[in-house]
């Protein structure tokens, strides 16, 4: 076990493959790199972001350090545990250390449960000295916590709205007492109004009970109003991260202020004058991009020849946190615009 009391979560140089198609009948299959050489680190108490677009490696990230994926390299300290020295058995007690609230509440809680069952089921497993009247007394315990009343505990998954299945995706998560949550997208499928509700209760939880969060999240505005640093990755790679103010307010690597500019602006008058150019709307560009180059090479507005071969290596930043960008650095530091 680790011996770090400051962090909940470290991640060192992290890759994670997949086995691909067989080129031809009886040929080795390819494989695809998911992950690839990532760090990242969260403490306790606090709230890492990990943005980007569909693909990029947010959720395989996060699969891996729940022990649902097996890295290839790197190493994983999670909640005290070196997962990445586990063998065939994941340990009863890092199950309980770190636990995880995916996308969809309907798809993770059985639907042939009660709700009182499905968050008392945790507590059987891990708290065999409870007696079944302190089991009972606990579950209305968390219920109350996380917002609901006593009388969801007779109802059924179907039965609830999505913002109450969240919740109680929380409470079955928060009975186990655990220091790590790897949350997966967990207000993308709530309306606006309820993902302000699930993320407040998140917040307040956290501060009640100092819990580290991994928040997987492609909503910029639900990132910045609940991280307090944020990681942004683009086809397995990080390739900025910092405080989430800094890097939400003064984004500097090409990927982030074109995630960031995607983002529909509600004045319309800005909307229609334009401005930056999205690196989405850009062609690629003749070439091959090695394996090791970066992998924004093909949609960079201001990419360089040697982003074809090597990625760069991380700089620190005015602000706060560090960037991989060979474009700015070259320009000494000073934000780069992605301008006509």
Not at 290 to 304: D, H, K, L, Q, S
Request: proline share 7%; glycine share 8%; with cysteine.
């Amino acid at each position: 076990m680790s011996t770090d009391n400051l962090h909940a979560l470290r991640v060192h140089d992290l890759t994670v493959q997949f086995d691909g198609a067989r080129p031809r009948m009886w040929s080795k299959r390819s494989t695809f790199t998911a992950v690839k050489s990532i760090s990242l680190e969260v403490e306790r108490g606090r709230t890492l972001g990990l943005v980007g677009e569909s693909g990029s490696g947010k959720s395989t990230t996060g699969r891996a350090i729940l022990r649902l994926e097996t890295p290839v390299s790197g190493t994983i300290e999670a909640a005290g545990f070196r997962v990445h020295e586990f063998g065939r058995r994941t340990p009863k007690q890092f199950r309980r250390a770190v636990q995880a609230v995916f996308q969809d509440p309907l798809g993770s809680l059985d639907p042939l449960m009660e709700i009182g069952q499905i968050i008392e089921e945790p507590l059987s497993i891990h708290f065999h000295d409870l007696s079944p009247r302190e089991r009972r007394r606990r579950v209305r315990d968390l219920v109350d916590t996380v917002g609901l009343s006593a009388h969801h505990l007779a109802r059924y998954p179907y039965e609830l709205s999505g913002g109450q299945r969240q919740r109680v995706a929380i409470a079955k998560a928060l009975a186990v007492e655990p220091e790590l949550i790897v949350l997966d997208e967990p207000v993308s499928a709530l309306d606006v109004s309820v993902q302000s509700q699930v993320v407040n209760l998140l917040e307040d939880l956290q501060r009640e009970k100092r819990l580290a969060y991994l928040f997987v999240a492609h909503d910029l505005a639900v990132v910045r109003h609940a991280s307090d640093a944020v990681a942004v990755m683009y086809r397995g790679r990080i390739v900025e991260e910092g405080p989430a103010e800094r890097v939400c307010g003064s984004p500097r690597h090409p990927y982030t202020r074109a995630l960031f500019d995607s983002v529909p602006d509600p004045d319309p008058r800005r909307s229609a004058a334009g401005g930056t150019v999205r690196a989405d709307t850009l062609d690629a560009p003749p070439g091959r991009v090695e394996p090791e180059g970066c992998p924004f090479y093909a949609r960079c507005p201001i990419r360089m020849d040697i982003c074809t071969t090597q990625f760069p290596y991380f700089t620190p930043v005015a602000g706060g946190g560090s960037l991989a960008c060979h474009a700015v650095v070259a320009d000494s530091g000073r934000p780069v615009a992605v301008a006509v």
